[in-house]
């Protein structure tokens, strides 16, 4: 089976890696063009483009898929990139994060099969492994699913389960659930290979959207409750960093325990920044909160018992 791959970060490069080590013929790579990045923003591929790359996988990088963009250089590109679909040899197009839209004539092509990282229908949409954390949700997984026009919408065709660890963050799910895709898309599309894969619709009930995350959500406000800003410090971690301002300098929290205790304290007061309690501070509905990454300006992630020896917080608030 032949099968163009389309993705761009780590999380697709993983589901790549595994379609190729499998033995699937990949005669084409798409991935979104090179990115500046780095203190000196330098231009840097993408995790897929470096993987297609090093075993001479052939990459294509356009602007757009959509021929009826505006957007005369995105419309060209678009067209010489379905030209290239068209001219290429496969079977079917396998999706993960690749952060493009597929047009219908695209779609139209070759089955096209997406790795999405939630149970579907429950977080349609860009962000579903930091929504799931910030929402509270117990569970989450990978569902395979055949693309169609509708964002996240079409038939599925595997679907697994993951819990939610008490700890766990955006980063650590996404490394947890890259691994699951990778392993589940060798399998749909083995059975695709045998002509024996079932599609299933998605339930009607259910649907909720995974909006893009924006840097503006990270700054947290203390008068939520305990629980609700220690799901966005795991939401946010490792992107884009939850913080909170102290004196007017704002500090990233990279990881926190809810406390049991509870605290008459104003919302945002450090009642605790020493070796023996560690960062604690009050939180909306008599709550508590522990403290145990931060970073500030300039500065590196450190230990909470690391951290106050360069910053002092005892009788601060954060705001």
């Known amino acids: 089976m032949k099968i163009i791959f389309a993705g761009t970060p780590e999380f697709a490069a993983v589901a790549l890696q595994s379609l190729h080590e499998a033995g699937f013929e990949i005669p084409l790579v798409l991935t979104q063009p090179d990115r500046p990045a780095g203190r000196g923003m330098h231009l840097h591929p993408s995790a897929v483009k470096q993987?297609?790359?090093?075993?001479?996988?052939?990459?294509?990088?356009p602007l757009s898929l959509r021929m009826d963009s505006k957007d005369p250089q995105r419309a060209a590109e678009a067209k010489q990139a379905h030209e290239l679909l068209?001219?290429?040899?496969?079977d079917a197009m396998v999706v993960a994060a690749y952060g493009l839209i597929l047009p219908r004539s695209t779609l139209d092509i070759k089955p096209?099969?997406?790795i999405h990282g939630s149970l579907l229908p429950r977080w349609r949409g860009a962000a579903p492994?930091?929504?799931?954390i910030e929402s509270g949700d117990a569970e989450t997984g990978v569902t395979i699913m055949q693309m169609e026009e509708g964002l996240?919408?079409?038939p599925m065709l595997l679907i697994e389960r993951l819990p939610i660890g008490p700890q766990d963050s955006t980063g650590v799910l996404h490394d947890k659930l890259a691994a699951m895709g990778a392993r589940m898309i060798v399998k749909v599309m083995q059975k695709m290979d045998s002509g024996i894969v079932e599609a299933v619709p998605?339930?009607?009930?259910?649907?909720t959207y995974a909006a893009k995350i924006s840097k503006e959500e990270a700054a947290l406000d203390f008068k939520q409750s305990a629980r609700e800003i220690g799901r966005k410090i795991r939401a946010f971690n490792p992107f884009p960093g939850a913080h909170g301002d102290v004196n007017g300098v704002t500090i990233k929290l990279w990881g926190a325990e809810v406390l049991d205790a509870d605290s008459s304290?104003?919302?945002g007061q450090v009642l605790a920044a020493d070796a023996q309690h560690g960062i604690v501070v009050a939180c909306g509905g008599g709550g508590s909160l522990r403290l145990t990454e931060l970073q500030k300006p300039g500065g590196k992630r450190l230990p909470a018992s690391e951290f106050i020896k360069g910053f002092a917080l005892d009788g601060?608030?954060?705001a």
Request: proline share 8%; net charge negative.
């Open 51 to 61: 993987y297609a790359v090093a075993h001479n996988i052939p990459v294509a990088q």
């Open 86 to 90: 068209m001219a290429t040899d496969y």
């Open 112 to 114: 096209c099969i997406n």
């Open 129 to 132: 492994i930091h929504r799931a």
């Open 152 to 154: 996240d919408t079409g």
């Open 202 to 207: 998605q339930p009607e009930a259910g649907v």
């Open 265 to 267: 304290a104003p919302a």
């Open 316 to 318: 601060l608030r954060f």
